[in-house]
Protein backbone atom coordinates (compact mmCIF):
# COMPACT_ATOMS: atom_id res chain seq x y z
CA UNK A 1 0.00 0.00 0.00
CA UNK A 2 2.80 2.38 0.53
CA UNK A 3 4.17 1.76 -2.60
CA UNK A 4 0.95 2.81 -3.83
CA UNK A 5 -0.17 5.97 -2.24
CA UNK A 6 -3.26 6.41 -4.15
CA UNK A 7 -4.44 3.65 -2.24
CA UNK A 8 -4.17 5.60 1.31
CA UNK A 9 -5.79 8.90 -0.09
CA UNK A 10 -6.70 11.03 2.49
CA UNK A 11 -6.86 8.21 4.77
CA UNK A 12 -4.33 9.53 7.08
CA UNK A 13 -5.02 7.00 10.19
CA UNK A 14 -4.56 3.92 7.35
CA UNK A 15 -1.38 5.47 6.05
CA UNK A 16 0.30 6.03 9.72
CA UNK A 17 -0.92 2.30 10.52
CA UNK A 18 0.30 1.01 7.45
CA UNK A 19 4.15 2.88 7.58
CA UNK A 20 4.00 1.75 11.74
CA UNK A 21 3.51 -1.49 10.28
CA UNK A 22 6.21 -1.42 7.93
CA UNK A 23 9.11 -0.09 9.50
CA UNK A 24 9.42 -2.95 12.53
CA UNK A 25 10.84 -0.41 14.65
CA UNK A 26 9.84 -1.09 18.79
CA UNK A 27 8.18 2.50 18.65
CA UNK A 28 6.15 2.25 15.86
CA UNK A 29 5.04 -1.02 17.32
CA UNK A 30 3.43 0.90 19.78
CA UNK A 31 2.15 3.26 18.37
CA UNK A 32 0.23 1.24 16.11
CA UNK A 33 -1.24 -0.48 19.73
CA UNK A 34 -1.98 2.63 20.49
CA UNK A 35 -4.36 3.72 17.44
CA UNK A 36 -5.56 0.28 16.81
CA UNK A 37 -8.73 1.04 18.91
CA UNK A 38 -9.22 3.33 17.16
CA UNK A 39 -8.91 1.88 13.70
CA UNK A 40 -11.51 -0.25 14.62
CA UNK A 41 -13.56 2.01 16.06
CA UNK A 42 -13.50 3.82 12.27
CA UNK A 43 -14.72 0.11 11.15
CA UNK A 44 -17.87 0.39 13.28
CA UNK A 45 -18.97 3.70 12.28
CA UNK A 46 -18.44 2.64 8.69
CA UNK A 47 -20.30 -0.27 8.74
CA UNK A 48 -22.93 1.63 10.94
CA UNK A 49 -23.10 4.06 7.96
CA UNK A 50 -23.43 0.78 5.58
CA UNK A 51 -26.11 -0.62 7.43
CA UNK A 52 -28.23 2.19 7.56
CA UNK A 53 -27.73 2.78 3.52
CA UNK A 54 -29.45 -0.34 3.20
CA UNK A 55 -32.39 -0.13 5.94
CA UNK A 56 -32.97 3.36 3.94
CA UNK A 57 -33.12 1.66 0.75
CA UNK A 58 -35.07 -1.43 2.31
CA UNK A 59 -37.50 0.79 3.56
CA UNK A 60 -38.00 3.20 0.74
CA UNK A 61 -38.59 0.25 -1.63
CA UNK A 62 -35.58 -0.26 -3.32
CA UNK A 63 -35.57 3.50 -4.59
CA UNK A 64 -32.01 5.12 -4.31
CA UNK A 65 -30.74 7.20 -0.91
CA UNK A 66 -31.16 10.46 -1.27
CA UNK A 67 -27.77 12.28 -1.56
CA UNK A 68 -28.33 14.46 1.22
CA UNK A 69 -28.89 11.36 3.55
CA UNK A 70 -25.67 9.66 1.90
CA UNK A 71 -23.12 9.26 4.42
CA UNK A 72 -19.71 11.14 3.37
CA UNK A 73 -16.71 8.59 2.41
CA UNK A 74 -13.60 10.79 1.45
CA UNK A 75 -12.93 8.14 -0.45
CA UNK A 76 -15.90 8.65 -2.36
CA UNK A 77 -15.17 11.93 -2.93
CA UNK A 78 -11.76 11.22 -3.83
CA UNK A 79 -13.04 9.26 -6.76
CA UNK A 80 -15.28 11.86 -7.99
CA UNK A 81 -12.90 14.61 -8.59
CA UNK A 82 -10.53 11.97 -9.86
CA UNK A 83 -13.48 10.95 -12.63
CA UNK A 84 -14.19 14.37 -13.15
CA UNK A 85 -10.77 15.76 -14.34
CA UNK A 86 -10.81 12.57 -16.38
CA UNK A 87 -13.94 13.22 -18.23
CA UNK A 88 -12.57 16.49 -19.09
CA UNK A 89 -10.27 15.01 -21.51
CA UNK A 90 -11.51 14.83 -24.99
CA UNK A 91 -8.58 14.00 -26.65
CA UNK A 92 -8.47 10.95 -28.94
CA UNK A 93 -6.26 7.13 -28.33
CA UNK A 94 -4.39 8.07 -31.06
CA UNK A 95 -3.25 11.28 -29.55
CA UNK A 96 -0.04 10.46 -27.66
CA UNK A 97 1.47 12.24 -24.62
CA UNK A 98 5.33 11.37 -24.73
CA UNK A 99 5.67 12.26 -20.91
CA UNK A 100 2.82 9.71 -19.89
CA UNK A 101 3.60 6.93 -22.69
CA UNK A 102 7.35 7.39 -21.17
CA UNK A 103 6.25 6.94 -17.46
CA UNK A 104 4.12 3.98 -18.02
CA UNK A 105 6.31 2.29 -20.22
CA UNK A 106 8.75 2.35 -17.64
CA UNK A 107 6.21 1.38 -14.51
CA UNK A 108 5.97 -1.67 -17.09
CA UNK A 109 9.37 -2.58 -17.26
CA UNK A 110 9.94 -1.95 -13.36
CA UNK A 111 7.53 -3.10 -11.69
CA UNK A 112 8.22 -5.23 -8.83
CA UNK A 113 4.62 -7.14 -9.13
CA UNK A 114 6.11 -8.95 -11.71
CA UNK A 115 8.21 -10.66 -9.19
CA UNK A 116 4.97 -11.16 -7.22
CA UNK A 117 3.50 -13.20 -10.17
CA UNK A 118 6.10 -15.04 -10.88
CA UNK A 119 5.98 -16.22 -7.11
CA UNK A 120 2.45 -17.29 -7.59
CA UNK A 121 3.16 -19.02 -10.73
CA UNK A 122 6.48 -20.88 -9.63
CA UNK A 123 3.81 -21.92 -6.68
CA UNK A 124 0.85 -22.97 -8.46
CA UNK A 125 3.70 -25.09 -11.02
CA UNK A 126 4.97 -27.03 -8.06
CA UNK A 127 1.50 -28.28 -6.80
CA UNK A 128 1.39 -29.13 -10.53
CA UNK A 129 -2.13 -27.02 -11.11
CA UNK A 130 -3.12 -25.82 -14.59
CA UNK A 131 -4.63 -22.58 -13.80
CA UNK A 132 -6.20 -20.41 -15.93
CA UNK A 133 -4.70 -17.30 -16.42
CA UNK A 134 -7.79 -14.39 -17.12
CA UNK A 135 -5.68 -10.70 -17.50
CA UNK A 136 -7.84 -7.82 -16.89
CA UNK A 137 -7.69 -5.43 -19.92
CA UNK A 138 -5.43 -2.11 -19.44
CA UNK A 139 -8.04 0.25 -19.64
CA UNK A 140 -7.64 2.37 -22.13
CA UNK A 141 -9.41 5.40 -21.03
CA UNK A 142 -7.09 5.47 -17.64
CA UNK A 143 -4.30 4.79 -19.87
CA UNK A 144 -5.09 7.99 -21.95
CA UNK A 145 -1.67 8.89 -24.18
CA UNK A 146 -0.26 6.03 -23.88
CA UNK A 147 0.81 4.46 -27.11
CA UNK A 148 -0.78 1.21 -28.24
CA UNK A 149 2.80 -0.26 -28.76
CA UNK A 150 3.52 0.18 -24.79
CA UNK A 151 0.30 -0.84 -23.71
CA UNK A 152 1.20 -4.24 -25.40
CA UNK A 153 4.19 -4.37 -23.53
CA UNK A 154 2.16 -5.70 -20.81
CA UNK A 155 0.60 -8.13 -22.76
CA UNK A 156 3.54 -9.23 -24.09
CA UNK A 157 5.21 -9.75 -20.93
CA UNK A 158 2.35 -11.47 -19.82
CA UNK A 159 1.84 -13.94 -22.11
CA UNK A 160 5.76 -14.70 -21.98
CA UNK A 161 5.51 -15.26 -17.98
CA UNK A 162 2.52 -18.11 -18.70
CA UNK A 163 4.23 -19.50 -21.19
CA UNK A 164 7.47 -20.15 -19.46
CA UNK A 165 5.16 -22.00 -16.83
CA UNK A 166 3.10 -23.53 -19.60
CA UNK A 167 -0.07 -21.98 -18.44
CA UNK A 168 -3.16 -21.06 -20.04
CA UNK A 169 -3.77 -16.73 -20.64
CA UNK A 170 -6.68 -15.18 -21.92
CA UNK A 171 -5.38 -10.86 -21.52
CA UNK A 172 -8.53 -9.33 -23.83
CA UNK A 173 -6.08 -7.21 -25.39
CA UNK A 174 -8.43 -6.43 -28.04
CA UNK A 175 -10.93 -4.92 -25.54
CA UNK A 176 -8.56 -1.92 -23.84
CA UNK A 177 -10.58 0.70 -25.79
CA UNK A 178 -13.99 -1.26 -26.02
CA UNK A 179 -16.62 0.98 -23.70
CA UNK A 180 -18.74 -2.38 -23.79
CA UNK A 181 -16.39 -4.41 -21.68
CA UNK A 182 -14.92 -1.76 -19.53
CA UNK A 183 -16.75 0.53 -17.33
CA UNK A 184 -14.68 3.53 -18.43
CA UNK A 185 -12.38 4.85 -15.76
CA UNK A 186 -13.33 2.00 -13.35
CA UNK A 187 -11.47 -0.69 -15.02
CA UNK A 188 -14.41 -3.14 -13.73
CA UNK A 189 -16.05 -5.41 -16.57
CA UNK A 190 -19.52 -4.29 -17.74
CA UNK A 191 -22.50 -6.76 -17.52
CA UNK A 192 -21.26 -7.85 -21.17
CA UNK A 193 -17.34 -7.90 -19.90
CA UNK A 194 -18.55 -10.33 -17.24
CA UNK A 195 -20.38 -12.78 -20.32
CA UNK A 196 -17.07 -12.75 -22.12
CA UNK A 197 -15.32 -13.87 -18.31
CA UNK A 198 -17.75 -16.43 -18.41
CA UNK A 199 -17.56 -17.78 -21.96
CA UNK A 200 -14.01 -18.10 -21.20
CA UNK A 201 -14.15 -20.13 -18.16
CA UNK A 202 -16.84 -22.24 -19.61
CA UNK A 203 -14.50 -23.11 -22.75
CA UNK A 204 -11.82 -23.49 -20.16
CA UNK A 205 -13.46 -26.19 -18.43
CA UNK A 206 -15.39 -28.19 -20.92
CA UNK A 207 -11.81 -28.40 -22.53
CA UNK A 208 -9.86 -29.63 -19.47
CA UNK A 209 -12.74 -32.62 -18.99
Known amino acids: MLQFPDTLAEHGLVELAARC ?3 GRPVDRLVLMAIWPLG ?3 NV ?3 LQDHFEALVYIVSGGRPV ?13 TRKSVGADDQQS ?20 ST ?10 TLAEIKAEPLILSMPIDAYAA ?10 YYDRMRDLAERYHFSVIEFEQR ?18 WMVYNRALDDFFRKSK
Open 66 to 78: PEWLRPVHSQKQH
Open 21 to 23: LAS
Open 176 to 193: DADPGFLIAHREHPTPRG
Open 144 to 153: RGVSHSTREL
Open 40 to 42: KLQ
Open 45 to 47: VLD
Open 113 to 122: EWTDLELLFR
Open 91 to 110: ESFDVIRPARDRTFHARIAS
